[in-house]
């Protein structure tokens, strides 16, 4: 089975309020590549992953008169996906939703939000002290993670559980001075762990009932990629791993695992999985922020790993057609889990 996770930057710009897509050379979310454009790339990208469940991050609003479900199952119509149903959990407000494409004729996936002890479900708020002055704080997600219970299709227990994942970025947007920079991008790191801390409780209540888990999709997050990780001591990440934790409570992504094995290490190679345009210094800036962490269990199956990055898969970079396409699809590239069965 193949599970991807990829985030799509702007997929909502892709689509009118009745959910078809627009095909042509007008301005779309991506930088200089028109939505005709953005679209083939897409279609190409996804019928190259041949998955059977792709988490989408970022994908196309609902509300009032948008739907995600219809959108995304009228573009895998269009390109004749094999995984063409669409499943989402919590809406938001952000026009960024989190949905999972999948094959029905192989899945049937369904929404299965947790209340587990300490941990509430996703769409409700965690308290938490989150400046250490003895009042509990009221945290929550602007993008509720994605549960899911994965059933093969006709099957009555679930093959795995499966959390999709979008944590809130730390950047510090709004920010007028320098004072301020500090000051939101402190606040932003506290909700940030606040908010990886709440779905490390969910991993644990699964892990404690031996439940086969897949958490996937874009943390903003990772060993070294900011100046205030080192005040709290740890990343978002590693809470969500269990780093630190026995080996039976711990997650598994091997791409996480040599990143932090280099963190502190600025002139050893890391792994990528997202290519932003930096345009006052005209320059691309790559980051680890996409991962696919397994059970032991799932990890004990020996599934491969792949991060379809078009410069570091030579596979992917001799294949001109598919190559142009992951670079004007998305600044993320998608990232596969083949799990054996």
Same mark, same amino acid.
């Given at each position: 089975?193949?599970?991807?996770?990829?985030?799509?930057?702007?997929?909502?710009?892709?689509?009118?309020?009745?959910?078809?897509?627009? @095909?042509d050379a007008r301005a779309?979310?991506?930088?200089?590549?028109? %939505?005709?454009?953005?679209?083939?790339?897409?279609?190409?990208?996804?019928?190259?992953?041949? *998955?059977?469940?792709?988490?989408? $991050?970022?994908? !196309?609003?609902?509300?009032?008169?948008? &739907?995600?479900?219809?959108?995304?199952?009228?573009?895998?119509? %269009?390109? @004749?996906?094999?995984?063409?149903?669409?499943?989402? /959990?919590?809406?938001?407000?952000? =026009?960024?939703?989190?949905?999972?494409?999948?094959?029905?004729? +192989?899945?049937?996936?369904?929404?299965a939000p947790q209340d587990?002890?300490?941990?509430?479900?996703?769409?409700?708020?965690?308290?938490?002290?989150?400046?250490?002055?003895?009042?509990?704080? #009221?945290?929550?997600?602007?993008?509720? !993670?994605?549960?899911?219970?994965?059933?093969?299709?006709?099957?009555? $227990?679930?093959?795995? #559980?499966?959390?999709?994942?979008?944590?809130?970025?730390?950047?510090?947007?709004?920010?007028?001075?320098?004072?301020?920079?500090?000051?939101?991008?402190?606040?932003?790191?506290?909700?940030?762990?606040? =908010?990886?801390?709440?779905?490390?409780?969910?991993?644990?209540?699964?892990?404690?009932?031996?439940?086969?888990?897949?958490?996937?999709? @874009?943390?903003?997050?990772?060993? /070294?990629?900011?100046?205030?990780?080192?005040?709290?001591?740890?990343?978002?990440?590693?809470?969500?791993?269990?780093?630190?934790?026995?080996?039976?409570?711990?997650?598994?992504?091997? #791409?996480?695992?040599?990143?932090?094995?280099?963190?502190?290490?600025?002139?050893?190679?890391?792994?990528? &999985?997202?290519?932003?345009?930096? *345009?006052?210094?005209?320059?691309?800036?790559?980051?680890?922020?996409?991962?696919?962490?397994? &059970?032991?269990?799932?990890?004990?199956?020996?599934? %491969?790993? +792949?991060?379809? #990055?078009?410069?570091? *898969?030579?596979?992917?970079?001799?294949?001109? *057609?598919?190559?142009?396409?992951?670079?004007?699809?998305?600044?993320?590239? !998608?990232?596969?889990? @083949?799990?054996?069965?």
């Amino acid at each position: 089975m193949r599970i991807a996770t990829y985030n799509v930057e702007w997929f909502d710009a892709l689509f009118d309020d009745a959910g078809r897509m627009h @095909d042509d050379a007008r301005a779309g979310g991506r930088h200089g590549i028109d %939505r005709a454009t953005q679209t083939a790339a897409l279609g190409r990208v996804f019928a190259a992953l041949d *998955a059977d469940a792709v988490l989408v $991050v970022e994908a !196309p609003d609902t509300g009032t008169k948008r &739907s995600t479900i219809t959108a995304l199952e009228n573009f895998a119509t %269009r390109f @004749d996906l094999r995984a063409r149903a669409c499943l989402m /959990g919590f809406a938001n407000d952000t =026009q960024q939703e989190l949905a999972l494409l999948y094959d029905p004729d +192989r899945l049937t996936p369904r929404h299965a939000p947790q209340d587990s002890d300490g941990a509430p479900r996703f769409d409700g708020s965690y308290r938490i002290d989150l400046d250490i002055d003895a009042t509990l704080d #009221h945290v929550r997600f602007s993008k509720p !993670p994605l549960e899911v219970a994965l059933h093969l299709r006709g099957a009555e $227990v679930p093959l795995l #559980h499966l959390i999709g994942v979008h944590v809130k970025s730390k950047a510090p947007h709004g920010a007028r001075s320098e004072a301020d920079v500090t000051r939101l991008a402190i606040a932003n790191r506290r909700k940030q762990l606040a =908010q990886c801390i709440w779905l490390r409780h969910r991993v644990e209540a699964h892990l404690a009932q031996g439940t086969p888990l897949v958490v996937l999709g @874009d943390f903003n997050d990772g060993p /070294g990629l900011d100046d205030y990780e080192a005040l709290f001591g740890r990343s978002g990440l590693e809470i969500v791993l269990g780093h630190d934790a026995p080996a039976p409570a711990r997650l598994y992504d091997p #791409h996480a695992r040599r990143a932090l094995a280099g963190a502190g290490r600025p002139t050893q190679a890391q792994p990528t &999985s997202a290519r932003f345009w930096i *345009a006052p210094e005209e320059r691309y800036l790559s980051a680890l922020l996409d991962y696919i962490m397994v &059970s032991p269990d799932l990890a004990a199956r020996q599934p %491969r790993w +792949r991060i379809w #990055h078009p410069f570091d *898969a030579p596979e992917i970079y001799r294949d001109a *057609a598919l190559r142009e396409a992951l670079l004007a699809a998305s600044d993320h590239f !998608p990232v596969t889990l @083949d799990l054996p069965l």
